[in-house]
Structures are given as C-alpha cells and as structure tokens.
C-alpha cells in the first residue's frame, strides 16, 4: 500500500474511530481520551479536549508500575497458559468423542451387532457402565417430570421372576358312567330319584 492510499484510508477511518471513542465514553460512562499522530503533523489529533486526555495520562502515571503490570505476562507465563488451554481443550474432546463411542456401542448391542461385552477392555467396559447409568438416571428424571415429580420406585438389578402357576385342583367322582344313548320313550334301567338320593347320602347304588 503506498503513501497516497495509506492517506486516504487514514482520512477515512478516523472519524470513524473517533465516533467509536465517543460512543464508548457516553455508553460505559468511563473516562476515555483519544490521541492521535498524523503523518507529517506537529501536533496530534485529541479528543474530547487537551484537558481531558492529560487528566486520563496523569491517572495512569499516578498508579504504581506494579498495579499498571500485573496483568502483563512474559514470554514463559504466556505459553503456559496458552498450554494449560490448549489441555483443557484437548479433554474436552476426548471426552465427546468417547461419549460418542459408548454410544454406538449401545446402539449396537440393542441392534443385534453385538452379543456381549467381554471383549472391552476393563477402561472401556467401566466407562460405558458409567454411560448407561447416567441415560438411566437421564431416563428416570424425565419420568418423575412428566408425573408430576412423583417418586417412582429404583429401577431393578436384575430381571424378577414371576411367580409360578398354580393349577386349579381337581375333583374325582364316584359317579357310574353314563349309559349309552337310550330312546326317549324306554326309561328301563335309568337311576331314579331315590336311588340318586340314596348314592349321595351312603355313597353306593342299589
């Protein structure tokens, strides 16, 4: 960029920066002095006043050097915490990318792809118990929130069995076998009433 088109972005950007001073000073309502040194010009450009930037200057020289440099960090204790970003970073990561592998691993034991667990190295198998039982208490909170924060019971440990059938008893009977099919009008050989009667109160027939 030459000389010509450094002047004139110079001419253009600076009544936009001084526009951002002002509205900076009205909207946080803090002391704020803007000085500015133009190419070939003895005298800088200053906003709001002359008074007002040399009050803001004698304020800042009037803090001691260690409360001015506290913040400042050297070339050690930037890379430092550029690391300990950086690591804090890289955690956060790795933790969504083995929430990310529980979960295809639960997604394929429920779709049939896998029969079991036993393969898993004893890290992998504790964090996925750690992932199935945080989705259960995930599951359970939602269930107390769409009841109406009733407590339900704690899910089971394991499966419980039902209990067994009991059959009805059954009823022996001293009854004679039926006779064979007679015609309607010969009632011959038939049990009377009496007989029947007399079966029932001494258990044999005539």
Known sequence: MDRAERKRTLEKRLPNLLKKAREFAVLCDVPTSLLVYLPGKDQPVVWPSQEAALDV?????????????????????????????????????????????????????????????????????????????????????????????????????????????????????????LPPALDASDVSGLTTTDELQAFFMNGDLP
């Open 57 to 177: 200057v004698r304020r800042y020289k009037e803090v001691g050097d260690l409360q001015r440099f506290k913040n400042n960090l050297d070339g050690a204790e930037f890379i430092r915490k550029m690391i300990d970003k950086a690591k804090a970073e890289l955690c956060t990561v790795q933790r969504q990318t083995r929430d990310k592998e529980m979960n295809l691993l639960i997604d394929d034991f429920f779709a049939g792809r896998r029969r079991s667990f036993d393969d898993l190295s004893p890290e992998v198998f504790a964090a996925l118990e750690s992932t199935v039982e945080k989705k259960l208490r995930a599951v359970t909170a939602r269930q107390q929130e769409l009841l109406g924060g009733a407590v339900l019971p704690p899910l089971p440990t394991q499966l419980v069995q039902p209990p067994p059938l009991v059959m009805a008893p059954t009823f022996s009977s001293n009854l004679p076998p």
